[in-house]
């Protein structure tokens, strides 16, 4: 089923919120939609990568926080995760990399732009905590919708 986010924003004008500007499309899949799975990170991204590789995603949305950090935390690798291991898409408040060997990967990657660094020291992320950025409030089992036009969140399914 298509979606598109300016018809929900009509219908649902007042369950939806819509992230700010800057955020862009680098993944292989023109939208997504689903629950989501929220991620802070402090510039590394070794839970990420336990994250998408691990477990399974059920169609599933990963909101990830980095703090707008400048290091790249989903490049080539954790895309391939996220496809094999059935996430619908990632959006990063933040930066990714590799975006060559990702766009024909069908899952859908927002972020604020490129970095062609990661941060190599491993610090600790959390799970399941609120997050706020681009004028959104993301909680764990909202869902996200997401197209073209831009990114909108629920606080409970609408599709």
Do not use: W
């Not at 766009?103 to 959390?126: F, M, N, Q």
């Amino acid at each position: 089923m298509t979606i598109f986010t300016a018809d929900l924003c009509d219908e649902y004008s007042e369950k939806v919120q819509v992230l700010g500007a800057g955020y862009k499309n680098y993944g292989g899949a023109d939208s997504c939609q689903g629950e989501i799975i929220t991620i802070k990170l402090d510039k590394n991204n070794a839970d990420l990568v336990s994250l998408l590789r691990d477990e399974e995603g059920h169609g599933k949305i990963v909101v990830v926080d980095v703090d707008q950090e400048y290091f790249a935390v989903v490049g080539e690798n954790l895309m391939k995760f996220a496809h094999k291991n059935n996430y619908a898409g990632i959006v990063v408040n933040g930066y990714i990399r590799d975006t060559f060997q990702i766009k024909d990967i069908p899952v859908a990657l927002y972020a604020l732009d490129t970095c062609p660094r990661k941060s190599i020291p491993v610090t600790s992320g959390e799970r399941k905590l609120p997050l706020s950025f681009g004028g959104v409030n993301f909680t764990q089992g909202s869902y996200l919708y997401a197209d073209t036009d831009g990114i909108i969140v629920t606080a409970e399914k609408i599709l």
